[in-house]
Each structure stands twice: as C-alpha cells, then as structure tokens.
C-alpha cells in the first residue's frame, strides 16, 4: 500500500522535474537563437531541404504513399516560407497559420498510415497475398522525430513573436519645432523568442496564482520595479 503510494508520487515528482527540464532547456536554446540568428536560418533552411531529400528517398526505395509523401514535401516548402523574415514572425499571417494546421494535419496522416494493418478487399481471400512490412517502434519514432516534428518544433523555439522595442534616447514625445536640426527619440528592436514568451507567460500565471494563496515566490516577477 505504502509502495504504491510512494510511486505514485515519484511519478508526479518525475514528470514536473521533466517538464521543468525541458523548459528551461528551450528557454537556453531560445536565447542562443536570439545570438545567432543568421546561422540558425541557414542551418534551418538546409534542414529542410535534407527532409524534403529524405521524403523523395523514401518514396523512392521504400514504396512510401506517393500523396501522402507530396503532400508532406508540400509543407515543408510552406514552412520554408516562414524563414523568408527569420526570426521574427506574425502569429496571425496566413503562413504561420497554416504551419500550424499542416503539423497537425501530417501527424495524423502519417500516424495513420503506420496505424493502417486493414488488408484490402480484394486480397481478403487471397492465400498468396503477403502483408506488407509493418514499421518497428524505432522505425516510426525516429521517422516521426525528423520527417514530421523536427522542423515545426525547431521553428518554434528559433522564431519570435515579434519586437521589443526599447527607447535609446529619454522617453516622452518630441516637441515640434521649426529647427531643421532637432532630434527625435531613437529606437532599437530587440527579438524575443516565441519559446520564452511562451515560457514566460506560463510562469507568470503560477507566479499570480501562488500569491492569491498567499505564497510569494518571487516578490518582483510581474510588478513594476522602481
């Protein structure tokens, strides 16, 4: 009883730490990202290219559905298309969304078509037909891990959500004036990354929470320091 007990919570205990590891995981990688945006585009679009390879290979040498294959070459050139502004990114731009559909959409199909062991009607009652080749686990998780979840969760961390921008010059708005030669406050962008964003706004939640129970963790997180 007691046993089972203590493994039920070293469960739970094994999940948050996993999930706090991987957060904070992509919250490193999202900053390096922001340092080294230009080589991560380059390493990207190569990427993508290389799968797109892989896709033709396999539709090649290993008789993969000729649709379901082009369909899936087909996203990855409209996530391609999300690289032409790297890093930065509108959450609402018909691109982004449909990104997001495509990995959706792409799970599923290919998540079927490992699933599918139906024999086709017409060799039912056939002695001679030979089933195919069903895929090994190893098989399917590594093809899903790069054909299909590798590149959108890879643009996920290294794309941002937009600018930050941050004032380089004393806040407040330029008086008018008839001298040619006055100067108007001057801006910089900042990118922010889309993971720590995301990450961000799922610890400031916790953070509001634990204060309306009366437990202050971090007693600046989320209010206005002077």
């Known amino acids: 009883m007691i046993l089972k007990l203590i493994s039920y919570a070293g469960t739970v205990f094994g999940f948050l730490f996993l999930t706090l590891s991987i957060a904070s995981g992509l919250y490193y990688i999202s900053e390096l990202v922001e340092e080294h945006s230009e ?57 982004f969304l449909a990104s997001c559909v495509l990995v959706v959409v792409n799970h599923y199909l290919w998540f079927k078509h490992f699933n599918d062991i139906e024999v ?42 937009g600018d930050n921008v941050l004032p380089t010059t004393t806040a407040g708005l330029a008086k008018k004036s008839d001298d040619a030669n006055a100067e108007s406050p001057r ?27 009366g437990y202050d963790i971090d007693p600046n997180r989320g209010r206005l320091v002077i």
Request: net charge positive; glycine share 2%.
């Open 39 to 95: 080589p991560t585009k380059r390493f990207l679009t190569r990427t993508i290219y290389i799968i797109i390879g892989i896709y033709v290979l396999l539709l090649l040498f290993d008789s993969f559905p000729f649709k379901l294959s082009v369909f899936s070459i087909c996203s990855y050139l409209i996530y391609l298309q999300n690289l032409r502004h790297f890093p930065f990114i509108s959450l609402s731009s018909p691109t």
């Open 120 to 161: 086709p009607p017409q060799f039912r009652y056939d002695p001679n037909y030979i089933p195919r080749r069903r895929a090994s686990f190893t098989e399917i998780a590594s093809f899903f891990g790069i054909c299909v979840w590798f590149i959108p969760f890879a643009l996920f961390v290294s794309l941002s959500a």
């Open 187 to 213: 801006f910089r962008k900042k990118a922010t990354g889309l993971a720590r964003v995301v990450i961000d706004s799922i610890r400031n939640y916790f953070y509001s929470a634990a204060r309306m129970f």
